[in-house]
């Protein structure tokens, strides 16, 4: 049995990182009891893991199924889709960020399709900033339960000009997703699972598909906590996982750059990622799912919480990204003070 002390001793010496024991340690073996408390205080949390470099700070799962058990990452998926397109334009798929939806996918552009959609490139859609109107929140039910999730994104009112003012909806993601897959002419699974899974060492599950067959962009995907940290830690990684070059450093240094507003969060937009004025890039998922990386710091983490649960930025958002900003900052600089 592996006593406190005990575990103390082998933290010094380098050999705890692998551990998912509820403690948590500098690099001089130290228990943080403020990240002990935050945790305790928050009964949505399942899973924090923290990593710095190659040290494994944090892994714990108070609640849910596990660090290996798969869970639902909600919009997290919409990062995952914008890593995706990054790969299709290294590959050759797509002539570049600025093409059109009409030119890379015309065959899912409905003929009745608003009057703007022409206009439409695929930066456009990775920065949610398509014009459309929204899919998401109250109008999302009616969308999933429309007969063709495309042509029902695609022909909704014009609210803002394309490259405009940043709109949040996974309509506007699955239209990407779908044209990924046409011009990949490979299904967004695989591509998830070729570009991603296989090279980083992890299972991709199906996930819901639209009536047309698509799966759907921008949610539904499901990854284990030790998935969604390889992940971010790959983005610590200018895109490598174990010396291989998995998504291009040039498409992450782009991806990383602000180009919109959230409206309601206030965080910056890049490629599908938010961008927070502390240095986090993050994933953010319905329920308070986190994939986050502060390259500045080189620390990567993930967070699952209870996906059925609201997460708002003003409620248990608020307080995940008070965790990420105060005691996992704090405890990745080696700073109790």
Known sequence: MITRRTFHRLALAGLAAPLTARFATTAFGQRDDRLDRALDGLDQLHSLQVQRGGRLLVAEAPRGPGLDALAPIKSCSKSVVALLLGTCIAEGEIPSVDSRLIDVAPGIVPADASEGVEDITLEDLVTLRAGLESTS???????????????????????????????????????????????????????????????????????????????????????????????????????????????PADWLRRSLEPRARSPYSGMGYGYGWFLTDSGYVLARGYGGQIIAAHRERDLAVAITSDPNRPARSAGYFGELMRLLEGPVLRLADGDLA
Do not use: K
């Not at 109250?138 to 394309?162: C, F, H, I, K, Q």
């Not at 299904?187 to 699972?193: F, G, I, K, Y």
């Not at 296989?198 to 698509?214: H, Q, S, T």
């Open 137 to 247: 929140g109250e109008n999302y039910g009616a969308w999933v339960a429309s007969s063709d999730w495309l042509d029902d994104a695609l022909t909704r009112p014009m609210v803002a000009s394309p490259g405009g003012r940043m709109i949040y909806s996974t309509g506007t993601t699955h239209v990407l997703g779908a044209a990924l897959a046409e011009a990949s002419g490979q299904s967004l699974l695989d591509l998830a699972r070729r570009r991603l899974g296989a090279p980083m060492g992890f299972e991709i599950p199906p996930w819901v598909r639209d009536p047309r067959g698509y799966y759907l962009g921008g949610n539904g995907m499901a990854l284990t906590p030790r998935a969604m940290l390889s992940i971010a830690r790959m983005i610590c990684d200018d895109g490598r996982v174990d010396g291989r070059q998995v998504i």
